[in-house]
């Protein structure tokens, strides 16, 4: 049996330097590019910026995305010209995939941590 992929995230506020806490992530997956997208689960970031509550993908998922509702938390911060921000990346099974969210209230910026 074929160990599953495996999906975290963490939000850094790089406009204030620490991490941003009360963000709503929704992790989505589909098993090929024509494929619909199916919700997996949702969770709120804590007060390190991690969403820890995230589940394994099914098997066969070879994309996920990640939607962030960063709108809420950076109305707070001076406002919001990204609302939402959404990362698609493809997974592959039996690997872990961290991807961080660096955050301003003017751009943003991902990447694949460890």
Known sequence: ??????VSTH???????RPAQGVTVR??????????????GEGTTDADGRCRDLPAP?????RVRLD???EPYLSGNGG????????????RA?????????????GYSV???S
């Open 1 to 6: 049996m074929t160990t599953p992929a495996s």
């Open 80 to 91: 919001a010209f990204f609302p939402e921000v959404t990362v698609t990346f493809a997974v």
């Open 11 to 17: 939000i850094l506020d790089t406009s204030l330097g």
């Open 58 to 62: 099914p098997e066969g998922t070879d």
């Open 94 to 106: 039996g690997e872990h995939h961290h991807v961080p969210l660096l955050l301003s209230p003017f």
């Open 27 to 40: 992790l989505l997956a589909r098993t090929g590019p024509g494929a619909d997208w199916r919700p997996l």
């Open 111 to 113: 990447y694949r941590g």
């Open 68 to 70: 962030f509702e960063v």
